[in-house]
């Protein structure tokens, strides 16, 4: 089971801003140099404008970048900020990081529009470049988020472009399979705490990502927006969230469940991961569930049909992915309360034996997969054949729940 780690604004900025750790897992921060020696900073751009690294006193903006062990994982962390007041969110800022021997494997950006591109062979050195742009915040104590992801009604601190990131090794995952499943996955939020990695709920076999945010910014009546956006690969899609089909993927499975307005939903499925992002999020409730179903839709066209007085066929068109592959059918009808006949085959139709001669059924029929049994589709088994129509036996049509 993945292990679940919170980012809170708080932690970032003191890990960012070298500052005394913030609990007794954090060794102590060292600046990055300009390149020369691996780990550095190999560049900054402003748009294509190059930014002196190391910043000065007397420069427009601020960079700061760093390195840390947290937990087992070995982090490169970045700051860029502005002394000037001038920085907005449709700025485009790229900073590339040389990590050494060290595999850039996962980032985490309070950015938006987000890429990031990763080089160097197995033996190292790496680099990992980041285009960006800031994100707006609302955040701070008291009245923002704690580290459990707590949040008060309104933001006391409101930041109208704010930008940095950390990238890490996924040093914190034991299982040897899924670290090299979860390389390459990149989230970037602008939200006062979040969880990461996705975690997947074994309840609804669901992938789920936490958010939390004040609900009002400072000034107590403007709702803040909040987003996420996450690139994850297509391996761990398909170890981590059961998704063994990620092309049937839709915005249905990244879906948020609890707390927020009509927020929107993109994905866009390429040959080696799925980017997803969601924007709109608001905070009435402060703390938010991206919920994603990736089990099958229902069959549809369910119709059920008696050939004999033992038999019925249950004719239906296959169930539509969303993520999972479909693996077979599941059919299972019941006569009064107690007498239940179940069959299932890998496509359309299902024969259904042993029923009571005279006696209805009503039916069920659910696709399985991965990421378990899909939606339900309903409709009855008449008790007797209705006759020849055509030469055709009739049938009853589905119902819809």
């Known amino acids: 089971m993945l292990t679940r780690r919170v980012l809170t ?12 750790a913030a609990s007794a897992d954090i060794i102590p921060t060292t600046p990055l140099p300009a390149c020369g020696t691996p780990p550095c900073v190999v560049s900054v751009l402003h748009g294509a404008t190059p930014l002196p690294y190391p910043s000065t006193s007397g420069d427009e903006y601020s960079i700061f970048a760093s390195t840390y062990m947290l937990a087992g994982a070995k982090y490169f962390s970045f700051l860029i900020d502005d002394r000037t007041a001038t920085m907005t969110t449709a700025d485009e800022f790229t900073i590339a990081i040389n990590t050494g021997s060290t595999y850039p494997a996962e980032t985490f950006a309070r950015g938006q529009d987000v890429v990031v591109n990763r080089s160097g062979n197995f033996l190292g050195p790496f680099t990992v470049r980041m285009t960006l742009r800031p994100v ?28 940095n990131g950390q990238i890490d090794n996924l040093g914190y995952i034991v299982d040897p399979a899924d670290k090299a499943a979860m390389r390459g996955f990149d989230l970037a939020s602008n939200t006062d705490w979040v969880s990461t990695p996705l975690q997947l709920d074994r309840a609804t076999d669901s992938i789920v990502l936490d ?17 996420a956006e996450f690139r994850i690969p297509k391996a761990m899609l398909r170890r981590l969230y059961h998704v063994d089909d990620p092309p049937t993927l839709t915005a249905s499975a990244f879906r948020v469940t609890t707390g927020s307005g009509p927020a929107t939903t993109v994905v866009d499925i390429n040959p080696t991961s799925v980017h997803v992002a969601i924007s709109g999020l608001t905070f009435s409730k402060r ?9 099958p839709l229902r069959p549809r066209d369910l119709r059920g049909v008696r050939i004999a007085a033992h038999r019925a066929r249950l004719r239906f068109n ?62 009855v088994i008449p008790g007797v054949s209705s006759g020849l129509v055509s030469g055709r036996p009739g049938g009853l049509r589905a119902s819809r729940d």
């Open 9 to 20: 604004l708080a932690v970032l900025v003191f890990v960012l801003a070298a500052a005394p």
């Open 136 to 163: 707006r915040m609302a955040y701070g104590e008291p009245g923002g988020c704690n580290s459990s992801g707590v949040c008060g009604m309104t933001a006391p601190t409101l930041d109208p472009a704010q930008l």
């Open 211 to 227: 958010v939390a945010n004040s609900h009002f910014e400072p000034d107590g009546t403007t709702v803040f927006q909040g987003a």
């Open 287 to 295: 703390r938010l569930r991206i919920h994603g179903d990736t089990r």
């Open 318 to 379: 296959s169930s539509r992915r969303r993520g999972s592959l479909v693996r077979g059918y599941i059919a299972s009808c019941r006569s009064g309360t107690r007498l239940h006949v179940r069959a299932q085959r890998f496509r359309p139709p299902i024969r259904v034996n042993g029923l009571i001669p005279g006696r209805s059924y009503r039916c069920t029929v659910r696709a399985r997969s991965r990421a378990g049994l899909g939606r339900v589709a309903r409709t």
